[in-house]
């Protein structure tokens, strides 16, 4: 799916959950998966609380933030009047971060090197709090993008869980704006299933139903929903 065939969208419409619901769905029969299968996360970065709760009423439960100060902001509010709200953290994380995200997040998407590793485990042991970890792979290896190459990940998987005792649940991609990103898909669902882990963050607002195809558990969904920044 791309956004020009996308079912259209004005900033914040009634009708975007439940249209992006919908693609889901149909996303989901194509590729013979239960629509359970599939968490959608609404990225509600930018996002003011006005714009967050009418989402919320409309039956959405997961929401997914770039930054911890911004979260922070945001949500304690939130999810003290919807204790059901599960938050995730799709953006790079900072290891002086980890101790705010691990407090506040429920899924950290970005886990990407040492350092974070090593942050991520001495939080967790403190706060016995146990947030869903997936490493990011930088697929087409951007200079500029944070993630693990290909090429690495599986000794970093190894270091995640053998050095540093962390959970690691799944993957994440983002694939290369200017690349079709099927083949970034299908490069991490086959690092994921040689490593054991079966879920896989990938897909956004633009290619969504193309990483359901491709063994997607969790798409990032944000402009489709809440309309452009």
């Not at 919908?22 to 970065?45: F, G, H, M, N, Y």
């Not at 971060?97 to 691990?102: D, I, L, N, R, T």
């Not at 997040?105 to 146990?130: G, N, T, Y």
């Not at 994440?172 to 299933?193: G, N, R, S, W």
């Amino acid at each position: 799916m791309t956004e020009a065939n996308a079912a259209p969208v004005t900033g914040h419409s009634p009708n975007a959950l439940a249209a992006v619901e919908a693609e889901i769905a149909r996303a989901c029969k194509d590729a013979r998966r239960e629509r359970s299968a599939v968490t959608l996360i609404a990225v509600s970065k930018t996002f003011a609380s006005d714009a967050i709760i009418p989402v919320i009423g409309a039956g959405q439960r997961v929401f997914g933030e770039n930054r911890v100060q911004e979260a922070k902001g945001k949500w304690p509010e939130l999810t003290t009047a919807y204790p059901d709200i599960a938050l995730h953290l799709i953006g790079p994380l900072q290891s002086n971060k980890a101790k705010e995200a691990v407090a506040l997040f429920d899924a950290i998407h970005s886990v990407d090197r040492p350092s974070i590793c090593q942050a991520l485990a001495k939080e967790i042991e403190s706060q016995k709090k146990h947030p869903q970890l997936f490493v990011q792979i930088n697929t087409g290896e951007e200079p500029q993008k944070a993630g693990i190459a290909p090429g690495e990940a599986d000794a970093f998987l190894a270091s995640c869980r053998g050095t540093y005792g962390l959970t690691i649940s799944g993957l994440m991609c983002i694939p290369p704006v200017d690349e079709p990103p099927a083949a970034h898909f299908a490069l991490t669902t086959k690092i994921a299933a040689r490593n054991g882990l079966q879920n896989l963050s990938m897909g956004m607002s633009a290619d969504y139903a193309t990483a359901i195809m491709l063994g997607a558990t969790h798409v990032r969904v944000g402009s489709a929903i809440f309309g452009h920044r």
